[in-house]
């Protein structure tokens, strides 16, 4: 090229630095709820998960962006193998996940009550950089909480594998509950469990399961329906499934294919046969899928550490873009406009971190039997509620990000994509939207859940500084509209409660953001003099949080175009 060539524009790329050090949200939570002392204990493994999310771990999850899990299913001998090799990308997360305890944390207990929020900390670090590993670790998580609650030699026996700290010896768990007849209504499972006549105890599994992600897992936990049960959920049996036996041969198990999905590519997601598989109840011979409760508690709250995650890394990378990138003579971070845009998703992430990170810590109060009869019932609202209203949130905010990187947000190879296509399965997995909002009624139904969860919103906001008393004010009348339009239509029209049920779970859900975020931005004005999570409070309102009745729509016409 001669000298007199222009010199063409090249733009630089988004970028990430230390994932805990430049989180204030997540810091100033910890200092709240930790104090100076316990947060000094763990703040070095938090900076160096920090540290591995933005550098090591982003930077191979950008090189290995076109790599996807591959089933053999033969060995060149003929033989039936069912192997699935697993992305480099992958195979570094295993090693990190057992070495920084994502999921042993949490069991450990180094801070007691707290161990939950440590661990959960390291979660949202962690998750961002590993293209859905935490996957796994979620179902692994919810296993060895399982196998806890119940007890028994098969427990004492996985327990120790599942919350090793040992990469050789750390076992990640499947969760096999989706057939083809329904992954909501999991009582029409087709599975069939005819017991073992050697006197073990054990039954033989046969029947398909549609959706078993983590097939490279170790162990499961799955369902099936011993001879001679009824049908419905109540004849289901949990039980506990080793995949390979001694020798690495399948368990009676045979992968029929991967699934071709939207997002999680990285994630072997199988439709499995189980021709004879050996396995061994967990609880009885009945109730199965109430007896896997503690585990779906365990994953809807990974979903919703999850979904906050995925914000997190996307306004990060928005964020970082708008500093460099220039249109119309200045940066986007010098336009009010996209600063605008930027401050309404920062809210959205601000709000629902307070909100699941309270849950959170019930979580660990639950389990460490320091919880008090109020917030046990509560945290039986918690749970649905953070799941559904956060999965929502991740897929608008993470969708808005990448339209703040412009066109660079639709191309592949920026990794931006990738964002949007993971977060699509953070509202449908675990429970859908609806399904989790019906579970929200049956929760307030038959536990009565709603008056305390109500009591702990109120308990958290009522002696906020005077600044914040109104945005708590808010959440609390929103939440108010919401509790009265349900007793009232409680008592008169069971089907407008069915058809509400979204609309007052959000609203519910989004009041509790507003309210726990409310009472930390108080926090935040006396103890860090910080007006920052007071803005995104009084911007999270502006989002919307309120209830909007509607019973003059035929919503059956109106969906089905009747
Ligand atoms: C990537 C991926 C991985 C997965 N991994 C696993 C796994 O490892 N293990 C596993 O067990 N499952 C897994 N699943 C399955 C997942 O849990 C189910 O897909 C999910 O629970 C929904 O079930 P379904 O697909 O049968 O949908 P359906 O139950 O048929 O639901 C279809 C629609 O109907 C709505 N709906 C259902 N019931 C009601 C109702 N009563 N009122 C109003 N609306 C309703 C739902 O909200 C949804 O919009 C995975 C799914 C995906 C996408």
């Known amino acids: 090229m001669g000298h007199d060539a222009p010199v063409a524009f090249f733009q630089s790329p988004p970028e990430l630095g230390n994932q805990y050090t430049h989180d204030r949200v997540l810091r100033s939570y910890l200092s709240r709820v930790l104090g100076k002392e316990a ?241 061994t109840p967990v609880a009885g011979h009945t109730d199965g899928i109430r007896q896997i409760t503690p585990m779906l508690n365990v994953t809807r709250t990974w979903n919703s550490v999850c979904s906050l995650s995925a914000m997190r890394r996307s306004i990060a990378l928005a964020r970082d873009y708008a500093t460099k990138r220039v249109q119309f003579g200045a940066s986007l971070a010098d336009k009010p406009l996209h600063t605008e845009t930027l401050a309404g998703m920062q809210a959205e992430l601000e709000a629902a971190f307070c909100f699941v990170f309270k849950g959170v810590e019930l979580l660990g109060k639950l389990e460490a039997k320091t919880a008090t009869p109020r917030e046990i019932t509560a945290l039986r609202l918690f749970t649905p509620l953070m799941k559904l209203t956060t999965g929502k949130q991740a897929v608008a905010v993470v969708s808005e990000a990448l339209e703040c990187c412009g066109g660079a947000g639709y191309i592949e190879d920026t990794g931006l994509p990738r964002l949007l296509r993971d977060a699509q399965v953070l509202s449908i997995w675990e429970g859908t939207t609806n399904v989790l909002s019906l579970d929200s009624l049956r929760a307030i139904a038959k536990e009565g859940a709603l008056a305390p969860f109500l009591a702990e919103m109120e308990a958290a906001t009522n002696d906020v500084s005077p600044e914040v008393a109104p945005l ?84 059956r016409a109106l969906a089905m175009d009747l």
Request: net charge negative.
């Open 39 to 279: 947060l000094a204990s763990i703040e070095a493994e938090l900076s160096e998960l920090g540290e591995l999310s933005g550098g090591e771990l982003y930077r191979m999850q950008l090189a290995d962006r076109q790599n996807e899990p591959r089933l053999v299913s033969w060995d060149p001998w003929g033989n039936r193998v069912d192997e699935i090799e697993i992305t480099p990308l992958w195979k570094r997360a295993q090693v990190i996940a057992a070495e920084k305890g994502v999921v042993a944390t949490g069991y450990e207990k180094k801070l007691g009550d707290r161990a939950r929020v440590h661990q959960f900390a390291l979660v949202y670090l962690f998750d961002g950089s590993t293209d859905v590993y935490t996957c796994p670790l979620a179902m692994t998580d919810g296993a060895a909480a399982t196998l806890s609650h119940h007890g028994g030699k098969v427990a004492e026996h996985a327990l120790a594998h599942l919350l090793s700290r040992d990469p050789k010896e750390m076992w990640t768990s499947g969760q096999w509950m989706t057939e083809r007849t329904g992954g909501s209504d999991v009582g029409l499972s087709e599975t069939v469990a005819k017991p073992m006549d050697d006197g073990s105890g054990r039954y033989r599994l046969y029947g398909t399961k549609w959706f078993t992600s983590a097939t490279t897992s170790q162990m499961a936990l799955t369902l099936g329906r011993p001879d001679g049960n009824p049908n419905g959920g109540k004849g289901l049996a949990l039980f506990f499934v080793e995949v390979r036996d001694a020798d690495g041969k399948m368990n009676g198990i045979q992968i029929n294919r991967l699934k071709d999905k939207l997002g999680t590519r990285k994630v072997p997601t199988a439709e499995l046969t189980l021709d004879g598989t050996i396995a």
């Open 472 to 555: 708590a004010k808010a959440a609390m009348t929103a939440a108010g509209h919401a509790a009265a339009w349900l007793e009232k239509t409680f008592a008169t029209d069971a089907q407008s409660v069915e058809a509400g049920a979204r609309r007052f779970a959000l609203t519910l859900g989004r009041s509790a953001e507003l309210a726990y975020l409310s009472s930390h931005a108080s926090w935040c004005l006396t103890n860090e003099n910080d007006r920052r999570p007071l803005m995104a409070a009084t911007r999270f309102l502006k989002n919307r949080v309120d209830f909007i009745e509607d019973e003059s729509t035929d919503n």
